[in-house]
C-alpha cells in the first residue's frame, strides 16, 4: 500500500495554502481513484469544498475510438464556471494506455483540443493548481516505458513529500549563478559545451504557487518539481553535449543522443537508439529548430535518475533545443528536445555551480 499522505499535504498546505472554504477540484482518471480520494479527504479535513471530477478510462477510449473529432475536446460552461469559482485545482494526468494515445494521436490531441482556453481561463481567474506526476506513473504505461512501477511510485513520492520551503531556498541561492556569464558544461563522456547568459529572468520551480507566480501567469506547479532553469543567449552554442541516460520523446525512448553546434547552430546529431525519433520531428519541424533553448539543473534531494523525472534529480544537468518563447526566451518553434548530463560539471564564468553531478553552491 502506498502512503499518499505526505504527498497529499504538502500540495494542499505548501503549492495551494488551501484554507477553509476554499472550493477546490480535483480531477482524476480511473488509475487515480486511490490517490484522489486521498485528496478529497484532506480537503474536507481542512474544511474546504472539494469537487471531484472523473474521466473513466473506459468510456474516454469508446468516445475516442469511435466518434469524430468533432465531437472530442469539448468544455461546458458548468466546468467553466466551476473552474472560475475555484480557488484550487488538482491534477491527476492520464490517460493510463499509451499504446492507445500513439496508435492515433491526432484522436488524442483532439480530445485535449480545450487544453490551451483551458490554461488561458486559470491564469485569469488566477487559480492555483498542482499537476500531480505520480499519475503518469500508472501500470501501463510503467508497461509501455518497460519500468519499475513500485520503484517509481515510491520515488515519485519521496521526491513530493519534502519540505518545499528548503527547495526554495536552495533555488534562490542558485538564482542568481544563472543571470549572467559565459557556461561550459563538461563531463567525461564528450560534453563540452559553451553558452553565455544574457541576463534574462531565471525560472525556479520550487512546487509553490505563490502571488508572484500568479502575476506571471505560472499558476500551475508540477509536483514533484526542483530545478532553476535560464534561457542563454540563442546566438551562442558552441561545442558538443552528449546525454547519459536516454529522453522520453514522441512516447518512445532515444538514447546516446549527441548534440553538435558549430556557429551558434545545431549542425548535426546522433542517437544509437530511436534516432529516428528524433530525426522525423526535427526535420519536418519549422522555425528556431536548431538553436539552443535552455540550460537547468535539478535541485531535488528525493528525485532519482532512471524514470520520466531525471531532471528533477540534485545536480543533474539538462540542455534543450528549439523553442523556448514559453519560458522568457526568443526562439520560436514547432520543435523542442531536450536531455539530461547526470555527471557534468557546470561553471559559470569559471565559478563552479555543479561538479561532476553535484552541487557546489
Known amino acids: 500500500m502506498l502512503n499518499y499522505n505526505p504527498l497529499v499535504r504538502n500540495v494542499l498546505i505548501s503549492t495551494l495554502a488551501i484554507q477553509p472554504g476554499d472550493d477546490v477540484i480535483v480531477e482524476t482518471w480511473s488509475h487515480g481513484l486511490p490517490l484522489a480520494g486521498e485528496f478529497v479527504y484532506q ?12 474521466e473513466d478510462e473506459k468510456s474516454y477510449w469508446k468516445c475516442v ?18 473552474v472560475e469559482k475555484a480557488k ?59 519500468l519499475p512501477l513500485s520503484a517509481w ?3 515519485l513520492i519521496a521526491a513530493s513529500s519534502i519540505d518545499f520551503a528548503q527547495l526554495g531556498a536552495r533555488a534562490e541561492k542558485l538564482m ?28 525556479a520551480d520550487d512546487c509553490v504557487v505563490d502571488s508572484d507566480d500568479l502575476d506571471k501567469g505560472r499558476n500551475v506547479a508540477n509536483i514533484p518539481g526542483g ?10 552554442a558552441e561545442g558538443t553535449v552528449v546525454f547519459d541516460k536516454p529522453t522520453v520523446y514522441m512516447g518512445r525512448w532515444v538514447r546516446g543522443v549527441r548534440l553538435e553546434f558549430k556557429q551558434n547552430r545545431l549542425v548535426d546529431y546522433q542517437a544509437r537508439q530511436g534516432a529516428e525519433h528524433f530525426k522525423a520531428s526535427y526535420e519536418k519541424a ?14 531535488n534531494p528525493k528525485a532519482r535518475t532512471g524514470f520520466l523525472q531525471d531532471s528533477l534529480a540534485s545536480g543533474v544537468v539538462t540542455v534543450g533545443i528549439g523553442a523556448n518563447d514559453d519560458v ?19 561553471t559559470v564564468d569559471g565559478k563552479v555551480i555543479v561538479q561532476n553531478g553535484k552541487l557546489n553552491v
Open 328 to 346: 522568457g526566451g526568443a526562439n520560436k518553434s514547432d520543435f523542442y528536445f531536450e536531455g539530461v548530463i547526470t555527471k557534468a560539471t557546470l
Open 65 to 82: 475510438e469511435s466518434l469524430l473529432n468533432d465531437k472530442l475536446g469539448k468544455v461546458g460552461d458548468h466546468e467553466w464556471a466551476a
Open 227 to 236: 530545478y532553476v532553469l535560464a534561457c542563454p543567449d540563442e546566438e551562442y
Open 286 to 299: 519549422s522555425g528556431d529548430k536548431n538553436k539552443i533553448a535552455a540550460v537547468e539543473v535539478g535541485i
Open 176 to 203: 542568481p549563478f544563472f543571470r549572467n556569464g559565459d557556461v561550459n558544461i563538461s563531463a567525461s563522456n564528450g560534453t563540452n559545451l559553451n553558452l553565455r547568459l544574457i541576463g534574462r529572468e531565471v525560472s
Open 43 to 54: 480537503l474536507r479535513m481542512l474544511g474546504a469544498r472539494p469537487m471531484l471530477i472523473l
Open 153 to 155: 511510485q515510491r520515488m
Open 88 to 146: 484550487g485545482y488538482v491534477f491527476i494526468p492520464g490517460p493510463d494506455d499509451l499504446a492507445r494515445v500513439w496508435k492515433d494521436p491526432s484522436k488524442f490531441r483532439a480530445s485535449t483540443s480545450y487544453n490551451e482556453e483551458w490554461y488561458e481561463r486559470a491564469q485569469r481567474y488566477r487559480l492555483k493548481a498542482a499537476r500531480i506526476a505520480l499519475g503518469y506513473a500508472s501500470p501501463l504505461r510503467a508497461r509501455w516505458y518497460k
